[in-house]
């Protein structure tokens, strides 16, 4: 199945909704097909491994159990919602849906969220620090959505579920399916289901400061990188010993921007920001291809096409000899007269592979490598 965006445009959407202000786009995946059903939910609900929760509430009163689960009977109660997490990583058609939504970049985008919920089930008014498009699968459901408060007062009703106060909507719709709901972050939203219904959330993430020097320190530590000191030569009397200048403090600072501007900074903020879901190392074919058996293949011509929820992650612009990309948080590399290959491959679903004899014997060897790996997949 494959999912695409219609009566919806791109340029209009990043000028004037991204990061900005929320918007419904009616019928925006025409003849909506779900790609899974609430059976399949359940099923990635009782595996280990899998981030799964059931959020009921009766009279206000609000419940939220966490999976893996092996029986529904006691948790599902009153109006209760199933949600499951990542599960763009497990169910293809779930990482095609997720696709239609590639004119954000790879490592902006975080996972696929599913939501089974009852009639009149919702998990309350809430805020989320990130971008989401809302999809409405099968069933009807009333979205509401506020302005984003100057403050906004965040309250626990239970200690895994967070919400805010009841807010004035500037959206209020009954979605059908194939509607796409669009929320920037900080803005109030919430659902309550008219029938039966599933929702995918397709949620996006962004660094904060404290993630990207983390990541930056952690590597510094790990690294036993030797670092440049702190000098002063030429330094100007002020008859102030307590008072650190304006110089120093800014050259003190440069000595921070400096090593912040360091190329290998580039590759450990880009590897990180590739990283997606442990899950995604778990699967290496069972039977790797050997070279001769994938040269076959190739001789003949094939399609590979990324495997499920997989999101590399280049630097676009490199400019040593070899081409570095990221998956999963793994580097790999390639000549880079084999980039336009590698990023055909890498920006696509899809790409043919048919033998030719510029393709070398060392990226051959990668592609084999990404498909042994579980990354790629070879459809028959
Ligand atoms: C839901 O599907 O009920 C939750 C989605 C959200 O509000 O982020
Ligand atoms: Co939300």
Same mark, same amino acid.
């Given at each position: 199945?494959?999912?695409?965006?219609?009566?919806?445009?791109?340029?209009?959407?990043?000028?004037?909704?991204?990061?900005?202000?929320?918007?419904?786009?009616?019928?925006?995946?025409?003849?909506?097909?779900?790609?899974?059903?609430?059976?399949?939910?359940?099923?990635?609900?009782?595996?280990?491994?899998?981030?799964?929760?059931?959020?009921?509430?009766?009279?206000?009163?609000?419940?939220?159990?966490?999976?893996?689960?092996?029986?529904?009977?006691?948790?599902?109660?009153?109006?209760?919602?199933?949600?499951?997490?990542?599960?763009?990583?497990?169910?293809? *058609?779930?990482?095609?849906?997720?696709?239609?939504?590639?004119?954000?970049?790879?490592?902006?985008? =975080? @996972? &696929? !969220?599913? +939501?089974?919920?009852?009639?009149?089930?919702?998990?309350?008014?809430?805020?989320?620090?990130?971008?989401?498009?809302?999809?409405?699968?099968?069933?009807?459901?009333?979205?509401?959505?506020?302005?984003?408060?100057?403050?906004?007062?965040?309250?626990?009703?239970?200690?895994?579920?967070?919400?805010?106060?009841?807010?004035?909507?500037?959206?209020?719709?009954?979605?059908?399916?194939?509607?796409?709901?669009?929320?920037?972050?900080?803005?109030?939203?919430?659902?309550?289901?008219?029938?039966?219904?599933?929702?995918? *959330?397709?949620?996006?993430?962004?660094?904060?400061?404290?993630?990207?020097?983390?990541?930056?320190? =952690? @590597? &510094? !530590?790990? +690294?036993?990188?030797?670092?440049?000191?702190?000098?002063?030569?030429?330094?100007?009397?002020?008859?102030?010993?307590?008072?650190?200048?304006?110089?120093?403090?800014?050259?003190?600072?440069?000595?921070?921007?400096?090593?912040?501007?360091?190329?290998?900074?580039?590759?450990?903020?880009?590897?990180?920001?590739?990283?997606?879901?442990?899950?995604?190392?778990?699967?290496?074919?069972?039977?790797?291809?050997?070279?001769?058996?994938?040269?076959?293949?190739?001789?003949?011509?094939?399609?590979?096409?990324?495997?499920?929820?997989?999101?590399?992650?280049?630097?676009?612009?490199?400019?040593?000899?070899?081409?570095?990309?990221?998956?999963?948080?793994?580097?790999?590399?390639?000549?880079?007269?084999?980039?336009?290959?590698?990023?055909?491959?890498?920006?696509?679903?899809?790409?043919?592979?048919?033998?030719?004899?510029?393709?070398?014997?060392?990226?051959?060897?990668?592609?084999?490598?990404?498909?042994?790996?579980?990354?790629?997949?070879?459809?028959?």
């Amino acid at each position: 199945m494959m999912y695409q965006l219609s009566n919806f445009s791109i340029k209009t959407f990043l000028s004037q909704h991204w990061q900005q202000r929320p918007c419904v786009f009616h019928g925006a995946l025409r003849d909506f097909e779900d790609p899974l059903d609430e059976h399949d939910l359940a099923g990635l609900a009782q595996e280990a491994g899998i981030d799964s929760r059931v959020i009921s509430e009766i009279n206000g009163a609000w419940t939220v159990t966490e999976g893996p689960f092996t029986d529904f009977e006691p948790v599902c109660r009153d109006n209760w919602s199933l949600m499951v997490q990542g599960v763009d990583t497990h169910i293809e *058609s779930a990482a095609s849906l997720m696709k239609a939504f590639n004119f954000i970049p790879h490592w902006r985008m =975080d @996972d &696929l !969220l599913v +939501s089974f919920s009852q009639p009149g089930a919702g998990v309350g008014a809430h805020i989320d620090q990130y971008d989401v498009f809302i999809v409405q699968g099968k069933g009807c459901r009333r979205w509401q959505v506020g302005n984003k408060p100057t403050e906004s007062s965040q309250h626990y009703p239970h200690p895994k579920l967070q919400q805010t106060d009841e807010f004035e909507p500037i959206i209020d719709v009954e979605l059908q399916p194939g509607d796409v709901l669009y929320i920037p972050p900080g803005f109030p939203h919430k659902g309550q289901s008219i029938t039966e219904c599933l929702n995918y *959330s397709i949620g996006f993430r962004a660094p904060d400061q404290t993630e990207l020097f983390q990541v930056i320190a =952690d @590597d &510094l !530590l790990d +690294s036993n990188q030797s670092t440049r000191r702190f000098t002063d030569s030429n330094r100007a009397y002020i008859d102030r010993p307590g008072a650190m200048t304006t110089t120093d403090m800014i050259s003190l600072k440069s000595l921070l921007h400096g090593y912040i501007d360091e190329p290998r900074i580039e590759q450990i903020l880009i590897q990180h920001l590739s990283k997606q879901n442990e899950c995604l190392d778990d699967f290496p074919l069972e039977h790797e291809f050997t070279h001769s058996d994938f040269m076959t293949m190739i001789q003949e011509g094939v399609t590979i096409q990324h495997a499920c929820g997989v999101r590399p992650v280049y630097l676009d612009h490199q400019i040593d000899d070899e081409f570095t990309f990221f998956i999963n948080g793994h580097q790999f590399s390639t000549h880079t007269s084999h980039r336009l290959a590698t990023t055909q491959i890498l920006d696509n679903h899809q790409t043919q592979l048919l033998f030719h004899c510029d393709m070398s014997h060392d990226w051959i060897e990668l592609i084999r490598e990404l498909i042994n790996r579980g990354y790629l997949d070879i459809l028959e």
